[in-house]
């Protein structure tokens, strides 16, 4: 019977709870064994504010109909910090977007703009502060894992959680794996949480990327599973010698780069490689496919079987972040 459109207040040491009718004496009488000092009386009470359900909710009034619907149907959220990517058409209501996020998103705090594509070796993302909190480091949650990590600094994305979790569970106990370009570490410390008996070599050319993978292992107790190394991943890969079952190349955008250096970590025997890039077109997953097989010849090694393809997300109309995982020796 509490009546939720108006709030509870305090007066004169009593407190004041607004109900939606009046009650008859049995509800009152059992109302006093709890509380023998209630009464009921009447009294004015201040209506309570009520918070937009969602973005759309939150925006009417403020923005044209017609760019309500253009607004974006979802956006990133790492941590407590939402990152939107926005066409020029809303470019002029961002801030009246981004206050309707924090509105109706309690968990978010800070919300950025991408204002580039990913670029360069450390691979990071261009970022533009709209509203709410103007800091970019943050925790994100994952599968029972936490990761610190700063978005202005190092790689990060949200959308692979699936795959982390996917790859992960693939690993047995006894594995040596090499993480190639580990990040701030969501493979490699994933599967060191789901496996007890495993080591991983975790490789990332980023010192920012290198020191949060260290502090995120600690965090989550796996630090005794897993090494951390900060250099060329070609380089790294040349002073750890053949010690992998295991390969993970999730550096789409230049992984064929590194394939000679990922088949020469694998043991004598072969290993698994687990092999990232971008394809575009219908035929995206047999482009890929090829790809991988063309840089693993021409390094000197053997493709023996292709384990599987799959499309990870879409990156642009038509153009994926595709997965080959394929035995190579």
């Known amino acids: 019977m509490l009546d939720r459109d108006n709030e509870i207040k305090t007066l004169n040491g009593f407190l004041s709870i607004p109900l939606l009718r009046n009650l008859d004496h049995s509800e009152f009488d059992k109302l006093k064994q709890t ?44 941590g407590d910090i939402a990152i939107l990517e926005l066409r020029p058409a809303l470019s ?11 509105d109706t998103q309690s968990n978010v705090k800070g919300v950025f703009a991408k204002t580039g594509p990913v670029t360069g070796p450390q691979r990071v993302r ?5 509203a709410g909190e103007d800091r970019t480091v943050t925790v994100h949650q994952e599968f029972g894992c936490s990761f610190k990590v700063d978005l202005a600094q ?8 699936t795959e982390h979790q996917r790859v992960a569970g693939q690993v047995v106990e006894g594995e040596r794996v090499v993480d190639m370009f580990t990040g701030v570490g969501p493979f490699s410390i994933l599967i060191a949480k789901t496996v007890k008996d495993v080591k991983v070599d975790a490789i990332d050319s980023n010192p920012v990327a290198a020191r949060f993978a260290e502090e995120n292992a600690r965090t989550n107790r796996v630090e005794s599973r897993i090494r951390v190394h900060l250099g ?20 789409p955008s230049a992984a064929k780069d590194f394939v000679g250096a990922a088949c020469d970590l694998l043991l004598p025997s072969g290993g698994v490689v687990h092999y990232y890039t971008f394809a575009a077109g219908d035929d995206s997953d047999l482009r890929a496919k090829r790809e ?9 090694h053997n493709l023996r079987r292709v384990l599987g393809v799959r499309k990870v997300r879409e990156v642009a109309p038509m153009n994926w972040q595709v997965a080959v995982e394929a035995e190579i020796t």
């Open 232 to 251: 060329d991943a070609r380089e790294v890969a040349g002073k750890l010698g053949h010690i992998a079952t295991r390969v993970i190349m999730n550096h």
């Open 35 to 78: 509380a023998p000092d209630a009464i009921l009386e009447e009294g004015e009470f201040k209506t309570r504010e009520k918070k937009p359900r969602n973005l759309e909710e939150a925006l009417a009034g403020k923005v044209p109909l017609d760019i309500l619907a253009e607004l974006p149907k979802s956006f990133d959220t790492i």
């Open 154 to 161: 190092v790689f990060f994305s949200p959308r692979l959680s």
């Open 92 to 102: 002029q209501f961002e801030k009246a977007i981004a206050r309707g996020i924090l």
């Open 126 to 130: 261009p970022l533009r502060h709209i």
């Open 292 to 300: 991988l097989g063309d840089v693993v010849a021409a390094s000197g």
